[in-house]
């Protein structure tokens, strides 16, 4: 195998150390004092469902904004910093601007969030009131842009309102729905194929021209089209599809479950359902699920106005979806789980996906946007397995090692030491300053030393210095505290590395248990992304993988970068081998053990032997090797093809032993190893190369 591996290290500016303390304390350094000190805000904004968009950001940005003008504070960061976009208001768990938002309120940096109302920064009461007492513990005020400063008061009458409005929302929208089938209305927002017509809202007319794109699916299937070519006909003649971006073979296939896909559609053939499916959303994950509703729930209408492909094409191609294996076949088996879902790349920037092509082959890596939408010229897979350790052992010797773990956590501890050096010699400056303002406040009361000036004068200076000072103290509580610093523990590296290598040999297989599961995460945690390149023609390929070094610490450790941390690792990698042996750690277990002699003669039973090769003269191999071979492959169940180098080149060992077999020499060593009472021989090795015997080499 082909492997050349390379360790790059970023060339990391050499930055003024000043820089890696935090931007606020950097402003505050520079800046003038400033007589009073203004309250600093920072903005949280969310939307939730489909029906709002990027203008209700913008919307709740601005009037924070104009919240924040109007009592007088001052916005510290950029106003969509903390923005959390489509998600809903109920879970917390994914939004990323939230927990963004969380962790920086520890650091101090601000003193008020403004969002435009509470049921923004979560629809939840219990979370409205803990997100609540972790702004108070850090001394951070909440404020909503539509009704002042919330307390815990307002937090709870508030939630307790949007939960109401949210559950007759929900209500609302179900009656509609009813009511609009009853009518023959649709429903739902925009259908493909049809466009709204005058009457009003939910009443439609066919669309000439998206009709003529769904017939002209329907058509190419019934042809016998696979619906993958359809698509990137599709694509190819940018015909834009429902959602306004590219056609995939998933939004025409859909799925049998929920009945999904252009394919399945019932409108296309003038019937409709209503009331067929819900949504429900998992309380914890707030992932959403599609349910079919029971049957006698159906609201059946025909609308023959609707019609766009007659029924028996409609049917026929149902009876096709049915026999291809009615939904997408990259579900197929989930009996391996993925070691980086979503992270693989193909270089065309898609992630690649995991399809079972063949039962036999296992799961295999491949584009997503050449599977799906065509979009991709790429259509090489590799076994997924194969990649996965690859990408493994890549991280396991370039990152996970003794040498580079130690490497970093130097590099962070001196970085640490220096900031802090830093800090203390500022420290030390605003201290002096502070002192001697002390005393030039002091001398503005002398009476004697100030004699000879006004005491307007006198009183003046006295009220700036008193600003001066006032402000010194308070950039020396801001100053960074040195007990905070990260301490760059990666102790743990040398229990990962095991972990890792453990994890290799058992790859592919199902990773449940709560062990695999942190072992996971730590892997995740090193690996955000790699792009795989496949060669020319897909004989092998090349593994592009970022590293990051932090990951290495735990969770609570990773602290803004304070040296670099990012890592390339590259490394190309020949056609797939197979076959147990094929794997690097494997063939270094089995080298070891050869190595060893382990299975080899001792000594007293090569000399009892050794008379019986002096007939055959071998030249490019000793004898005893090959006998040592010969039982390591019987023992070890290695190929003899595949035999360790130290026995000598696996061809000419095969030949010598095929020699000895013919000329009988292997029965009668065996039999003469029998006869020593602690021989190695057993039962079996006698005939195991009997079949050189009965005819021509296999
Ligand atoms: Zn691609």
């Not at 076994?383 to 962070?412: C, K, P, S, W």
């Not at 800090?423 to 001398?443: F, G, H, N």
Request: glycine share 8%.
């Amino acid at each position: 195998m082909n492997n050349h591996s390379s360790l790059k290290r970023p060339e990391s500016p050499s930055r003024n150390k000043i820089e890696l303390l935090s931007a606020d304390w950097r402003a505050r350094s520079v800046q003038e004092p400033q007589p009073v000190r203004r309250p600093r805000a920072v903005i949280y904004a969310r939307y939730s469902t489909s029906n709002q968009d990027e203008d209700s950001i913008t919307r709740q940005i601005e009037s924070a904004k104009r919240y924040i003008e109007k009592i007088g504070a001052e916005l510290v960061m950029p106003a969509d910093r903390f923005a959390d976009r489509a998600l809903s208001g109920a879970y917390i768990v994914t939004r990323d601007g939230l927990n963004d938002l969380l962790s920086s309120v520890a650091r101090g940096v601000f003193d008020l969030v403004v969002v435009e109302d509470a049921d923004r920064l979560s629809r939840d009461l219990g979370h409205l009131g803990e997100l609540h007492r972790t702004l108070e513990h850090h001394g951070v005020e909440l404020h909503a842009s539509m009704r002042g400063k919330l307390g815990l008061a307002e937090i709870a009458m508030y939630g307790f309102l949007s939960a109401e409005q949210r559950a007759q929302l929900k209500i609302r929208t179900k009656a509609g729905s009813k009511q609009a089938a009853e009518q023959g209305r649709a429903p739902k927002g925009s259908i493909y194929g049809y466009s709204s017509a005058s009457q009003g809202h939910g009443y439609l007319v066919v669309n000439v021209e998206q009709a003529a794109i769904v017939h002209l699916v329907f058509t190419m299937f019934d042809e016998g089209v696979p619906v993958r070519a359809i698509v990137r006909h599709l694509n190819r003649e940018e015909i834009p599809s429902p959602q306004g971006k590219q056609w995939s073979a998933a939004g025409l296939r859909g799925s049998a479950k929920d009945g999904s896909g252009l394919l399945r559609n019932h409108r296309y053939k003038g019937v409709l359902f209503y009331n067929r499916t819900e949504t429900r959303r998992h309380p914890d994950t707030g992932k959403r699920t599609l349910l079919m509703r029971p049957e006698e729930d159906w609201v059946v209408v025909e609308v023959p106005e609707w019609q766009i492909v007659d029924t028996a094409l409609w049917d026929r191609a149902q009876d096709r979806l049915a026999k291809s294996g009615a939904t997408v076949r990259v579900r197929a088996s989930k009996k391996h789980d993925q070691l980086l879902p979503g992270r693989i790349h193909c270089s065309c920037g898609a992630a690649m996906t995991s399809v079972v092509k063949h039962s036999a082959q296992g799961r295999r890596l491949q584009c997503s946007a050449y599977v799906e939408k065509g979009t991709c010229s790429i259509g090489h897979s590799v076994g997924q397995a194969y990649v996965e350790r690859n990408i493994l052992r890549m991280v396991r010797d370039g990152i996970v090692n003794e040498r580079t773990v130690e490497a970093f956590e130097a590099a962070y501890r001196d970085e640490a030491r220096r900031l802090a050096a830093d800090v203390e010699a500022e420290r030390a400056t605003l201290e002096a300053k502070a002192i001697k303002l002390d005393r030039d406040i002091d001398q503005t009361w002398d009476k004697t030393a100030m004699s000879g000036f006004s005491i307007e004068r006198v009183s003046g200076w006295r009220a700036k210095w008193e600003n001066e000072l006032a402000d010194l103290r308070e950039r020396l509580k801001c100053l960074p505290r040195l007990d905070r610093l990260p301490k760059a523990d990666a102790s743990g590296a040398a229990t990962l590395r095991g972990a890792m290598s453990e994890l290799i040999l058992r790859i592919p297989s199902p990773l449940q248990s709560a062990d695999d599961q942190r072992l996971l995460a730590s892997i995740r945690a090193l690996v955000p992304r790699v792009e795989l390149a496949f060669a020319k023609g897909g004989r092998g390929y090349t593994l592009r993988v970022d590293a990051r070094l932090d990951g290495l610490l735990p969770a609570a450790e990773r602290t803004p970068a304070v040296v670099p941390v990012a890592r390339l690792l590259e490394a190309a990698f020949g056609p797939t081998q197979w076959g147990r042996m094929a794997d690097p750690d494997r063939r270094d277990e089995v080298t070891k053990l050869a190595q060893a002699r382990v299975h080899g003669l001792r000594d007293h039973e090569w000399q009892a032997i050794a008379h019986i090769f002096d007939a055959i003269d071998l030249r490019a191999v000793r004898a005893r090797d090959v006998v040592d071979a010969a039982l390591f492959h019987l023992r070890t169940s290695t190929p003899l093809s595949k035999l360790p180098s130290c026995y000598g080149h696996p061809k000419t060992v095969r030949c010598a032993l095929q020699r000895f077999v013919g000329a009988g020499l292997w029965h009668d060593a065996v039999d003469e190893l029998g006869r020593l009472h602690d021989a190695v021989v057993v039962a079996g090795d006698r005939t195991a190369f009997d079949r050189w015997k009965a005819g021509p080499d296999p």
